[in-house]
Nanobody, 119 residues
Framework: EVQLVESGGGLVQPGGSLRLSCAAS????????MTWVRQAPGKGLEWVSG????????KYADSVKGRFTISRDNAKNTLYLQLNGLKTDDAATYYC????????????RGQGTQVTVSS
């Protein structure tokens, strides 16, 4: 059974940082492109970042470029997203997803971890 379990969310002040993790199981993690998407209250899924199977290639939404960093540890079957310089607009539930997907097409994803940005 494919499982993706996100963790690391929480409440942070504007300008703060968080590190999200996504533990993968049930499939050969190192063979898959992985994606982070997020969903703010009342909005649709928004693509955030993606990383190739061995981590050589990464890409970011313009809204997070320069502040967020995606990485992975294939030995640990874990995907990461470092969030720095958080803004109130970054508040959302963050999901990791298997594959190179853009939002609503991210069918294989975890239950999400909530990030709240507030002073």
């Amino acid at each position: 059974e494919v499982q993706l379990v996100e963790s690391g969310g929480g409440l942070v002040q504007p300008g703060g940082s968080l590190r999200l993790s996504c533990a993968a199981s049930g499939f050969f993690f190192g063979a898959y492109y992985m994606t982070w998407v997020r969903q703010a209250p009342g909005k649709g899924l928004e693509w955030v970042s993606g990383i190739s199977d061995i981590g050589r290639h990464t890409k970011y939404a313009d809204s997070v470029k320069g502040r967020f960093t995606i990485s992975r540890d294939n030995a640990k079957n874990t995907l990461y997203l470092q969030l720095n310089g958080l803004k109130t607009d970054d508040a959302a539930t963050y999901y990791c997803a298997r594959g190179d997907c853009g939002g609503d097409d991210c069918r294989t994803r975890g239950q999400g971890t909530q990030v709240t940005v507030s002073s």
